[in-house]
């Protein structure tokens, strides 16, 4: 097949699949809720292979048949008002003046490309970037990379795919996972051979005329031997979403020696759940980073966790959560060290600020056999005014005798001292609490891409901004 | 007959007033409404919960069990095997009172109905529906107690409730020392409510030898204003623990340092929780859990440190830290903390380590053997707790391994 023809494939508008589909055709998926008719309707739509079929209709099951976690922040969600396929060109056609007026400001505050302004808001559905996808596409074919939104990995990769697909994430893991397996759609697929290493990192942004966005994704990393791969997704800029939940899977598998870094970076809006379910298999020697930049929503439940399966392996995980007005997020961790000379490190920070609620809930295992593992933990929280909450919960099993596990955390209020010494400088006291806030960020921000890094900074400043601090 | 009327005829057999049966029945009631959702829960919770509460119920023997209380030398026996009279009044003691706590009954009724009310966690409240038993201590404002109060309490081969009340009137101060001895027959709750006065303190130590027992030993310390409260424990040989600390700081500039040292051993199975609440302003809490594990023992350490929004200017620092002496031990550490507010500090931290195996060579290579070598790094991982048992007792008798 010629590389035009291939692209046609996966551009949306040379996409025969989105276009034909009628409503008179598929009368459930246009309706809310969601029951076996939806599922098979999706299934069809996307003309999928027999088994995905069953395994949507098997995890619906299992999705009807658990309760709702009992733990945790309050979910108020109501499933049947909830559109669980939406056509890919349904959500891009909306108006620029439709967007809420705080999205909009963020947006010209940030300094956005126009035309990624319009792709954000759903204004326009094609961002014109197609000769540098075209070129890096042809850089991963020459390695023998797969890299493809997740629906057309299953068309022409079904082996590979079948193989790991919902394999260290199960169907049944939790409600959300089974949410995901009965209507998952798009998310991207990332298959790198062999010693083969990425120097440029991945980024959603690249492909973003891919059906890749959507509520309900699926993402399938996988890093054979010796590879290494750095995947970025999401935007610092707040997203635009008609639907009220949004439940992804990501599922990371490291092999020997191998070593992927997982960045995510999320804005939502502040009337969407966000309940995500990520996990990472990491065989010996290899090495994951999952990096995290978690703003708005209105409940968002994220604990990454990686298995440390092989020897040697490493698991580290940076996060930056922050909670703004009336938003929950529950952000955590998760690391099991299942063999010997594992190591795992977790750094937490969140900042709660107008009322909003930051909690950190984590758990690090370190099971019998586990010689020499080592962890170490540490969530530090700030708390900008008095209607702010902070919670942590962190959970430490150790069950081996030659490993090592530290924990620290601290929360509280910016140190009257600090302020203090920066405004003997000349700067003014709000001047002063975002230079210390933006202080209590560095250690990860650096770890974060130049460009998400730029932007989340002015993201937090623009935050802090309509607190009461000038940036 | 259900436990509800069990627990009326029990308090009817003892001559007890209406209210404190109508009391007894809503702390039952309520251990068992305590377990709502709560946003510390977690999937992993349920692993942790240990005790067979239904046999327990059923143990509880009909009659009151009295104790007998002798004075030995430098010490109150308080003798539970043995049915006597509990009541002493030492000329030593001057004005402090020291009773049962079924006087308390009659002399102090309102002290006894606030330290059952408001039960926090399930334990508290099935110890306020149970106690048969129990001291009463109450120390009067302006008294400056000296002398150090030595207690021992040898536990009876049966399942047994005991109530400890201490009041300390304002500008007092008391301090105590508690040994407990059980053997492996005994199982039971013993909780000790401590109400602190404006501007009191209260330093006190408590060992326990449990001899295989298994215990639930729940504190609950209502601290006034600048009221302090300093506790340090030792504990081993119990086979399962629970060992609960509720301090409410409502007083403004309350303090409160607790210390604990666990050495488990066998199947031993701890699980010592530290609740501390922030509720006034300039508070300040201190609480740290040493345990060494050997054999197949295990200790969860679990720490919940809440600042209200009313506690300007609090700090708040709790750590749990476990020390791994054998292949087979466990240990889980769950240090919580919830806070509202801007304006108070707090910190927590928990380690797992094992010893430092350059150290323990670095002993032996001066000729002490591997046992008392590893011995004196437990000495000294425990150290804070061991520190003030030699000051009190100038001895290091608990703080070995056999």
């Not at chain 2, 708040?316 to 507010?341: D, M, Q, T, V, W």
Request: aromatic residues 10%; proline residues 3%.
């Amino acid at each position: 097949m010629d590389k035009r023809e291939e692209l046609k494939d996966i551009l949306p508008e040379d996409n025969g699949q989105g276009n034909f589909i009628t409503k008179a055709r598929y009368p459930h998926i246009f309706q809310e809720g969601l029951d076996r008719k939806v599922v098979e309707e999706i299934s069809e739509i996307k003309k999928e292979p027999e088994w995905m079929k069953r395994l949507r209709l098997k995890a619906l099951e299992i999705f009807n048949s658990k309760p709702m976690p009992n733990w945790g922040p309050p979910l108020d969600i109501d499933f049947n008002k909830i559109r669980y396929y939406v056509l890919p060109d349904e959500i891009k056609a909306r108006r620029w003046e439709d967007l809420p007026q705080e999205i909009r400001e963020t947006y010209e505050k940030l300094g956005l490309p126009e035309m990624e302004k319009k792709y954000l808001s759903g204004s326009v559905a094609v961002l014109d970037s197609e000769g540098v996808y075209a070129n890096l596409k042809k850089q991963f074919e020459e390695k023998g990379v797969i890299y493809l939104d997740t629906d057309t990995a299953l068309q022409k990769y079904p082996d590979i795919f079948r193989e790991y697909f919902m394999n260290i994430v199960p169907i049944g893991d939790n409600k959300f996972s089974a949410l995901n397996g009965a209507v998952w759609s798009g998310g991207s697929f990332i298959y790198v051979p062999e010693n083969v290493h990425l120097d440029l990192p991945l980024m959603t942004y690249f492909r973003m005329n891919i059906q890749a966005e959507g509520q309900f994704e699926h993402t399938i990393i996988i890093a054979e031997k010796g590879a290494s791969v750095s995947y970025i997704e999401g935007c610092t800029a707040p997203i635009y979403n008609t639907s009220s939940l949004h439940s992804a899977v990501v599922e990371v598998y490291v092999k020997e020696n191998a070593k992927v870094r997982f960045t995510t970076v999320q804005n939502w809006s502040h009337d969407i759940y966000n309940l995500n379910t990520e996990r990472a298999k990491v065989e010996k020697n290899g090495k994951m980073e999952w990096v995290g930049g978690s703003l708005g929503s209105k409940v968002t439940m994220l604990y990454p966790s990686s298995y440390l399966v092989g020897e040697g392996s490493s698991a580290s995980h940076l996060t930056i959560a922050l909670a703004s007005g009336n938003t929950w997020k529950d952000n955590g961790a998760k690391v099991l060290h299942l063999a010997p000379n594992t190591s795992s490190k977790i750094i937490s920070k969140s900042i709660s600020m107008k009322g909003g609620v930051s909690v950190y809930r984590g758990l690090v295992r370190i099971p019998k056999g586990a010689l020499n593992a080592k962890s170490h933990v540490q969530c530090d929280a700030l708390i900008l005014d008095e209607n702010s909450k902070n919670f942590t919960y962190p959970h430490n099993e150790v069950y081996e005798e030659t490993s090592t596990l530290t924990h620290e955390a601290s929360a509280g209020k910016i140190g009257e001292e600090q302020l203090f010494y920066i405004m003997t400088r000349g700067l003014s006291e709000d001047e002063a609490r975002s230079m210390i806030v933006l202080g209590f960020l560095d250690d990860i921000m650096r770890e974060i891409p130049l460009e998400f890094s730029i932007e989340l900074n002015k993201l937090i400043r623009l935050q802090l901004g309509r607190y009461g601090g000038t940036g | 007959m259900s436990i509800e009327d069990k627990i009326i005829k029990f308090s009817r057999l003892r001559n007890e007033p209406e209210w404190l049966t109508n009391l007894r029945l809503l702390n039952f009631r309520r251990y068992f409404d305590i377990k709502k959702k709560s946003i510390s829960d977690s999937p992993l919770e349920k692993r942790y919960t240990t005790f067979d509460i239904e046999e327990f119920l059923d143990n509880i023997p009909e009659e009151t069990q009295k104790g007998k209380f002798m004075e030995e030398k430098d010490y109150f026996v308080i003798d539970y095997t043995k049915n006597g009279k509990l009541e002493i009044n030492p000329k030593s003691l001057k004005s402090t009172t020291l009773t049962s706590i079924r006087s308390a009954i009659l002399m102090y009724p309102n002290l006894l109905k606030s330290s059952m009310e408001n039960a926090n966690d399930e334990w508290t409240a099935l110890g306020n529906a149970l106690w048969d038993t129990g001291i009463f201590v109450n120390v009067p404002e302006e008294r400056r107690c000296e002398r150090i109060m030595k207690f021992k309490t040898i536990f009876p081969e049966h399942v047994i409730v005991k109530k400890d009340l201490f009041n300390i009137g304002a500008n007092s101060f008391l301090q105590f020392v508690e040994y407990s001895n059980a053997t492996d027959k005994f199982t039971g709750i013993e909780e000790t409510s401590i109400f602190i006065g404006k501007n009191s303190s209260l330093k006190h130590l408590t060992m326990i030898d449990g001899g295989g027992s298994k215990m639930v030993s729940i504190k609950n310390s209502h601290m006034m204003s600048q009221a302090r409260d300093e506790w340090y424990y030792a504990v081993k040989n119990v086979e399962k623990h629970i060992i609960i600390t509720n301090a409410e700081l409502s007083g403004e500039y309350s303090s409160i340092e607790h210390k604990g040292a666990i050495l488990a051993n066998g199947m031993e199975h701890y699980d010592v929780s530290t609740n501390i609440f922030h509720n006034a302003h300039h508070t300040k809490s201190d609480a740290n859990v040493r345990a060494t594990l050997e054999g197949n023992s295990r200790a969860i350490m679990r720490g919940s440190i809440k600042v209200s929004k009313n506690a300007n200017d609090s700090n708040a620092y709790f750590a749990g830290n476990a020390l791994l002496l054998s292949e087979n031990a466990k240990s889980n550490a769950l240090p919580f903390l919830e806070i509202e507010g801007d304006r108070a500090v707090a910190k927590h931290a928990a380690t797992a380590t094992n010893v430092d195996y350059d150290q323990l060579f670095y002993i032996q290579s001066r000729g002490i053997n591997e046992r008392s070598a590893k011995n004196l790094l437990v000495e000294g991982f425990l150290d804070p707790v061991v520190r003030q048992i030699l000051i009190y007792e100038g001895t290091r008798y608990l703080i070995y391994y056999d």
